[in-house]
């Protein structure tokens, strides 16, 4: 009685575990954006909003907190077409302040992916420039995967940015 109970019981986790692999379809895409960020001056698109009490915040001190709305394009030129905005907060995590955790959300404002976000999470050091995608919204629904980023200029308080967007959407069939 045992043994056919437990035969039955695999049997029936056999057949869920088929059904619910063949529920979806998995789709890749590798994207690739330029971030322009500016931390002074007229279009300045990062600000510092909180700090430690009696330190002087900075963007390399322990504990101080920012917030972004730099600019996307399609190639590393200020200049080239605008495709969205690189939005999030990030703080100094570390206490040499090597180490910026952030919560980012890419949106997408022109082109094939318009009105559509991914969301990442993660941390920025010297040693360490890739961060997880852990979400996303229309076209990037089911969104998971990771991005790297590479500092690609720093001229005075201006930034380019190169990000691989690596996109997993693992989508359900209705």
């Known amino acids: 009685m045992a043994k056919s109970l437990a035969i039955a019981s695999l049997q029936i986790l056999s057949l869920l575990?088929?059904?619910?692999?063949?529920?979806?379809?998995?789709v890749s895409k590798h994207l690739t954006v330029y971030e322009h960020e500016i931390r002074s001056g007229d279009g300045q698109t990062v600000f510092?909003?909180?700090?430690?009490?009696?330190?002087?915040?900075?963007?390399n001190q322990f504990g101080t907190v920012f917030v972004a709305d730099n600019i996307l394009?399609?190639?590393?030129?200020?200049?080239?077409?605008?495709?969205?905005?690189?939005?999030?907060?990030?703080a100094v995590a570390s206490l040499d302040?090597?180490?910026?955790?952030?919560?980012?959300?890419i949106h997408f404002t022109s082109g094939e992916y318009s009105g559509s976000t991914v969301e990442l999470k993660g941390i920025g050091s010297q040693d360490v420039n890739e961060?997880?995608?852990?979400?996303?919204t229309k076209q990037f629904r089911y969104a998971t995967g990771?991005?790297?980023?590479?500092?690609?200029?720093?001229?005075?308080?201006?930034i380019t940015a190169k990000w691989d967007l690596y996109i997993r959407l693992d989508i359900p069939d209705d």
């Open 17 to 26: 575990l088929a059904a619910s692999l063949a529920q979806s379809r998995i």
């Open 48 to 59: 510092i909003v909180a700090g430690l009490p009696n330190v002087t915040w900075a963007f």
């Open 73 to 90: 394009t399609r190639s590393a030129s200020i200049k080239s077409q605008v495709v969205g905005r690189l939005r999030g907060i990030g």
């Open 97 to 105: 302040g090597t180490t910026i955790e952030t919560l980012v959300s």
């Open 131 to 136: 961060m997880a995608i852990v979400g996303g």
């Open 146 to 158: 990771y991005a790297n980023f590479e500092m690609l200029r720093v001229v005075g308080d201006f």
